[in-house]
């Protein structure tokens, strides 16, 4: 960018007179707005740059929901649909500073990357013509994925902000590039799949009972495990010339009440780039009142590597009961069952969060809530209920709560206490996916204000069979359908095409971009009712990558299904060295060249069984192939083949996380115990390396080529 011609330009237009407000900045707030600002600041994912039209016609730029009430409320200034990209409120690395200043005399507004000309126009002297306001956001200084250019832009009389996509449309209306302000995500969809916990021994137990009837086993995965054929004779019952073979977990059929069980599987969305887990959440009156079915979400909070996602929960407060378990939330038990929600769950570090920085609660159903009914919610009680949990959340933690409904449920959103509607798990009248595919933009748009979108991968409740949904009398074709719902047409291209039809949703958005970027996936796990993203033995990571590359996610490596002990090597990727692979020799880890001409020895040296982490399942160890019980692990930040010894510090030591890749080449994987170090070759030693550091091994140059490993297919059988 020419710089002297940017400065001659914001001067001209300043001497124009291009003024929006009086001499105060819109974000000097305070009380209230101060409070939810803090909030904001907690929020580390991107979040919507906001533009907003002030009263005499000019424009205004933030990252902060609370700062543009306050500009509407105080100044007049009108927000505006216009979508303009995804910044952090944090610098990162590779980032770049944007800074915004006020104009002195008229309150003109203007974004800038460049520190010189942010000296330039706002001197710390207060000589200048414009006062400088601080950073507005941290965009890329360089091209990321999915990422494009920010430009700064102006007709002669005002300055626009604007996307890439649209640049070409302003060039044709008057306007000229002042130049970059940086690369931003066009968009930012934040994908959370709904985690259903009942896969374990205090689960369903009317399901329990029913097992041990009707297949003779108390197993919570009975009809799943039968339909599949997995360990157990297949009984598909009138199905049986239809393949279930998906109908078995990558990670086999667990207990979700093993903090393992949640490792492995918050690695598994984790990496796929999912945004959070979305825990149903169940109350027994019971005794005075209890949580009930929580067993999977307590060994998620459990897990150690639990921050790698978000996790919000979602209350079903049912008018119904599970056998002799009821589920409703008597009207006397509303506090205690706030008091439970705030104080366990809403108060953990990593519990969802709004773009505003409020923290999410989606309510699946509130017909169990007091006196309602099966057909009618208790209006007054559910005001009850969210005013508690709003109460609660400010008195323990200081902070507000955005809560919504479901949209199946007929109520009156605001004066129930909800800020908006999410949707769910969906199943069409017509049995036709396609039919639900193609409709659920209309589906949306009848759902006014805000909205948490939601995708449904499948919808299948066969496996219930005999269980919690009676077989019918006679098992005619009519009376199968009339009793159990299934989508008979659903296919992996018609979800795409689901994925699709969202994404467009949200681009074409002109919704309050609160939690306008959030999608409630249906479902991780809810393998009875065919709603299931997480892994199988089918087709393993197919669900999770479509929704990866439809959503443009850009966050974790990449899903890995098969965490059940894989044989694999891993191959450098630095440019000079492709032919070289990771090998123990004399008990030292080593890089060195390995061909298919290559001895059986250097082949075994270069072949590991990935294990479960030793010290943390949701990562890996790395067990030699050709020497049994020995794994690689740092000592003295080298690598080494040692034996296992059964302390806490090997385990440690010999735990490596997967993380993205350093370079679009491969993966890199961060020491358990030392975070921020990779493995890294260099010399044709291999170490635990930071980028930079006091260590020869942490010299930066080439240290994310370095970093950064392919696992392939085994050298050694």
């Known amino acids: ?245 998906d109908l078995e977990p990558s990670i086999g059929y667990y207990d979700d009440s093993q903090p393992a069980t949640l490792e492995r599987q918050t690695s598994q969305a984790a990496d796929a780039g999912l945004d959070h887990f979305s825990f149903y959440w169940y109350w027994n009156p019971a005794d005075g009142g209890v949580e009930n079915y929580v067993a999977g979400l307590r060994a998620y909070l459990q897990a150690a590597n639990r921050l790698r996602l978000d996790f919000t929960i979602m209350p079903c407060l049912h008018p119904w009961s599970n056998g002799p378990v009821s589920l409703r939330l008597p009207a006397d038990q509303i506090d205690r069952a706030a008091q439970v929600l705030v104080d366990n769950y809403l108060s953990q570090s990593n519990y969802l969060r709004a773009n505003d920085g409020r923290k999410v609660m989606t309510v699946c159903d509130t017909r169990g809530i007091g006196a309602g009914t099966a057909t009618q919610s208790d209006l007054a009680q559910v005001r009850r209920f969210t005013d508690a949990i709003r109460a609660r959340a400010r008195t323990q933690l200081g902070e507000d709560v955005l809560i919504t409904h479901n949209t199946d449920l007929s109520l009156d959103t605001a004066a129930a206490g909800f800020d908006g509607r999410h949707c769910q798990g969906q199943f069409d009248p017509t049995r036709s996916y396609q039919h639900y595919v193609d409709s659920q933009r209309a589906n949306f748009a009848a759902q006014p204000g805000v909205l948490i979108r939601c995708v449904t991968s499948d919808f299948d409740e066969r496996p219930r069979i005999g269980l919690t949904i009676p077989d019918p009398s006679p098992p005619t074709a009519e009376n199968l359908r009339a009793a159990f719902r299934w989508y008979d047409d659903q296919s992996l291209d018609r979800f795409r095409s689901l994925l699709s039809n969202v994404r467009q949703d949200i681009d074409a958005s002109t919704r309050p971009q609160l939690v306008d970027n959030m999608v409630l996936v249906y479902a991780w796990n809810e393998w009875h009712e065919g709603g299931y993203v997480e892994p199988n033995t089918r087709y393993g990571c197919t669900y999770l990558n479509a929704i990866r590359a439809d959503f443009r996610v850009t966050n974790g490596a990449g899903c890995v299904a098969a965490t059940t002990n894989p044989l694999g090597s891993l191959r450098v990727t630095t440019p000079c060295c492709t032919s070289r692979y990771l090998r123990h020799q004399d008990s030292l880890g080593i890089t060195s060249p390995v061909s298919a001409g290559s001895n059986d020895l250097t082949k075994q040296d270069s072949t590991f069984w990935l294990r479960p982490g030793l010290a943390s399942a949701g990562c890996f160890s790395f067990e030699s192939r050709n020497y049994p019980g020995r794994y690689l692990r740092h000592s003295n930040y080298r690598i080494r083949l040692d034996a296992r010894d059964g302390t806490a510090i090997f385990a440690a030591d010999a735990t490596f996380c997967r993380r993205a890749g350093h370079t679009a080449a491969g993966v890199s994987f961060e020491s358990y115990n030392y975070p921020g170090r990779f493995l890294r070759h260099i010399n044709a030693e291999v170490h635990i390396a930071a980028n930079g550091g006091p260590y020869s091994w942490d010299n930066p140059n080439s240290w994310a080529e370095d970093t950064t490993w392919q696992v392939i297919a085994p050298w050694g059988p």
């Open 1 to 245: 960018m020419r710089r002297s011609l940017w400065l001659f330009a914001v001067l001209t237009l300043i001497a124009a007179g291009f003024g929006v407000l009086g001499l105060t900045p819109p974000g000097k707030a305070s009380g209230s707005a101060a409070a939810a600002a803090v909030a904001e600041g907690r929020v580390t994912d991107p979040v919507p740059l906001l533009e907003l039209r002030t009263a005499d016609g000019g424009w205004f730029w933030t990252l902060s929901q609370a700062e543009a009430a306050t500009a509407g409320a105080q100044y007049g200034m009108t927000l505006q649909p216009t979508r303009l990209g995804y910044l952090r409120r944090q610098a990162f690395p590779g980032s770049q500073a944007i800074y915004r200043l006020r104009a002195r005399t008229r309150s003109a507004y203007l974004l800038t990357a460049s520190a010189s000309e942010r000296d330039q126009l706002a001197p710390p002297d207060g000589s200048g013509a414009f006062a400088y306001e601080g950073v507005a956001g941290y965009a890329w200084a360089a091209q990321a994925p999915r990422t494009a250019v920010l430009w700064r832009m102006t007709n002669g009389s005002e300055w626009r902000v604007v996307p890439d996509a649209q640049r070409s449309w302003f060039l044709n209306h008057g306007y000229s590039t002042d130049g970059p302000l940086g690369y931003v995500l066009p968009t930012y969809v934040r994908p959370g799949a709904i985690y259903f916990g009942t896969w374990d021994a205090a689960g369903d137990q009317r399901l329990l009972d029913a097992a041990e009837r009707v297949y003779g086993r108390g197993d919570w995965w009975a009809g799943v495990r039968d339909f599949a054929g997995s360990g157990v004779p297949r009984n598909a019952w009138h199905w049986s010339g239809e393949d279930f073979s």
